[in-house]
């Protein structure tokens, strides 16, 4: 159940792009992304809902695609800020609710 | 800020005690969530409430009990403490299952 994320870790100079995944063997209704800075508590990023959308804050946007069930987490012109431990939850139905199930998360580094 | 708060920050206790962790949700959010993280490790789901009733279990030990109030504030009272249950323990907020959830400060436990 639990959903697959990669890279396990990735490392960045300031600038540069990177593509997250996550990846569920279950039909999702929605997808999260969090991210945790060392010490700190996850803040969230954003939610995809079913329908393929694709949602932008700043540099940051995600795409999930319902068929496949995966979800993309884009970065774009790194920033040191973006360095943490990136999360996606995925939302599947358990009889009559729903559960965020969390992947193991995706370690980010930004350096100068 | 959150707006979600957890008291108390750091707890220091031996083997085979029992203590209590405290959530104050958001205002307006009717769920609560308390999670588990160890050193380097992802968030381990435990347990979900809604307006004071449990919604969704996860991987919490028979030791660990939680409980909703009336005003919406949680408790996680985790019994018999072995070694292995030092760990952050966060709680988080949402208006209903699937929305944005957003995390407490957490409480750092360290069993001796």
């Known amino acids: 159940q639990q959903p697959v994320q990669s890279p396990q870790a990735v490392i960045l100079r300031e600038g540069e792009d990177a593509v997250i995944n996550c990846s569920s063997s279950k039909a999702l209704y929605s997808v999260h992304w969090y991210r945790q800075k060392h010490g700190e508590a996850p803040v969230f990023l954003m939610i995809l809902l079913k329908g393929g959308e694709q949602k932008g804050h700043e540099k940051i946007s995600a795409s999930f695609n319902e068929k496949k069930q995966q979800s993309s987490l884009y970065l774009t012109a790194s920033q040191l800020s973006y360095s943490g431990t990136y999360f996606c939850g995925t939302e599947i139905s358990t009889g009559n609710n729903r559960k965020l199930i969390w992947g193991l998360g995706t370690s980010l580094a930004v350096n100068p | 800020d959150s707006g979600v708060t957890q008291t108390p920050k750091h707890l220091i206790t031996a083997t085979g005690q029992r203590v209590t962790l405290r959530c104050s949700p958001r205002?307006?959010?009717?769920?609560v969530y308390w999670y588990q993280q160890s050193l380097d490790q992802g968030l381990q789901f435990l347990i979900q409430y809604y307006n004071g009733e449990e919604r969704a279990k996860g991987n919490i030990l028979e030791r660990f009990s939680a409980q909703q109030f009336p005003d919406l504030h949680s408790e996680l009272n985790l019994s018999s403490l072995e070694l292995g249950d030092s760990a952050l323990y966060f709680c988080?907020?949402?208006?209903?299952?699937?929305?944005?959830?957003?995390f407490g400060p957490g409480t750092r436990l360290t069993v001796l």
């Open positions: 988080a907020s949402s208006t209903v299952s699937g929305r944005p959830q957003f």
């Open positions: 205002s307006g959010d009717l769920s």
